[in-house]
């Protein structure tokens, strides 16, 4: 979210960042061009019903004066013009409301502002490497490496008819020794991230209200991308007189719950700044998908992450970004997974976000690197939207917090990673060093018998 007064002072550098994510030129210039006249309209407005109390207050003294001459006429007259401007003013009132809401509307929909080192471009083919990590693994020659889906089933542990059958397309279901694995996982990068990185684990909500997700930009841009829930109608088609539906989403990601535990605060700046971590179920409707990896695991409308979210001081955003990429790639590097890390340009990059690192983790069965964590520095951008604040050791005023986000990392894909990273040529997977604590020193899955 945006401040019209940021806007009005750096409107090109407001139409070359939107011109950067790709907008379309003219409606780059519409779109500022109709932010002014809304802010306009308020102004108007707000003018307007100050003028209109200034003069109430004048003829409410006119109106004592009269009565103390005990001129009765003019103080009726005086009374009945007062009358009047309270039902002029209760309609400016629902003017200004309704102005501020346009205007809020409007900026809500406007993407955050790139930072000036991240790379123009229209795409991910645009996205710059900053470096790649580790080494591909080797195979016996003569063997092509299979993908996780072609593993997991010959290993009769991940079974996506039965999925299908009671949730439809883009479910799994995770049996034996690979649920472990997953369950693993994401132990051991909690266990990580909470010992030796300083994030304190959190077990958020899995269902959250409008404002939640407005807080972190997931609404109302991405509607079509969430799970909703209603919940209060009792099978009634049409809601009866006081019985609106409770309306709650399911969260796309642990970022919405974490980074709301300081909406609508005010923290110190002492207490800055605040690192929390969570592994929970994700649900997204994958709206935009329709044919993209449509086999195995890669895009699945329920799957299990584990979050990072820093909120910190404006100062310390740039610092806490590498902090928080270097904690995510620490998981790969224990893991022994090549990966590499990429620079998102404008045109690849999130709606909220100022700068993203990618982290995309080498599947030789796919041949390729894919995307298995995002960091994103977010600026006052998730903050405006949650009043979220701090007061400043120095000086009255409060500030917005800056608050970021990353998978720290996506369990899934990890699980996919270590299956199509690890796979031997007899069908077994060998289980990572990093995670045989995790599973009672079972050092190979092996097919059921």
């Known amino acids: 979210m945006h401040d019209i007064k940021w806007i009005r002072d750096n409107a090109e550098a407001l139409k070359a960042a ?176 909470t010992g030796e990185h300083g994030y304190e684990e959190v077990n958020p909500p899995l269902l959250v209200r409008d404002d939640a997700m407005f807080g972190t930009a997931q609404l109302p841009k991405f509607k079509d991308d969430q799970f909703s829930v209603f919940q209060g109608l009792d099978h009634v088609e049409t809601p009866q007189a006081g019985e609106a539906p409770e309306h709650r989403w399911l969260i796309p990601t ?49 799957f299990p992450k584990v979050e990072l979210v820093s909120i910190v001081h404006p100062d310390k955003a740039l610092e806490e970004h590498e902090r928080m990429t270097a904690c995510a790639e620490e998981v790969l590097k224990r893991l022994g997974l090549c990966y590499r890390v990429v620079t998102l340009c404008t045109g690849d990059m999130g709606f909220g976000s100022q700068k993203t690192y990618d982290i995309e983790v080498w599947l030789p069965g796919q041949d390729r ?20 604040r701090f007061r400043p050791a120095e000086g009255k005023n409060t500030r917005f917090v800056t608050t970021l986000n990353g998978s720290g990392v996506a369990v899934g894909r990890a699980l996919i990673a270590v299956l199509e990273n690890y796979q031997n040529a007899d069908g077994s997977v060998t289980v990572p060093s990093a995670l045989l604590p995790y599973m009672g020193g079972l050092e190979r899955i092996e097919a059921r018998k």
């Open 18 to 193: 939107l011109r950067a994510r790709n907008w379309d030129g003219m409606e780059v210039e519409d779109t500022v061009a109709e932010l002014f006249n809304l802010d306009d309209r308020r102004r108007e407005i707000i003018a307007l019903t100050q003028k209109g109390q200034e003069e109430r207050n004048r003829l409410s003294k006119e109106i004592g004066q009269a009565m103390a001459k005990k001129d009765t006429a003019l103080a009726e007259a005086l009374k009945a013009r007062v009358a009047q401007l309270k039902d002029d003013m209760e309609g400016a009132a629902s003017a200004e409301k309704g102005a501020i809401l346009a205007l809020d509307k409007a900026l809500a929909e406007l993407p955050n502002i790139p930072l000036v080192e991240v790379p123009l471009g229209k795409d991910e083919h645009d996205n710059v490497e900053q470096r790649i990590v580790g080494t591909k693994p080797g195979f016996p020659e003569g063997f092509t490496p299979k993908e996780h889906f072609e593993i997991g089933e010959a290993l009769g542990l991940m079974d996506f008819e039965a999925a299908t059958r009671m949730s439809g397309a883009r479910f799994v279901v995770l049996k034996g020794q690979l649920a472990r694995l997953e369950r693993a996982l994401g132990q051991f990068m909690l266990d990580l991230h």
């Open 254 to 302: 642990a970022e919405v719950p974490l980074t709301n535990l300081v909406r609508e605060q005010i923290l110190e700046e002492k207490q800055l700044p605040i690192r929390v971590t969570a592994m929970t179920p994700c649900f997204r409707a994958e709206a935009g998908a329709a044919g993209r990896d449509t086999r195995g695991m890669i895009r699945q409308h329920q």
């Open 369 to 388: 690197f894919r995307e298995i964590s995002s960091c994103s520095v977010c600026g006052d951008f998730q903050a405006r939207r949650m009043n979220a």
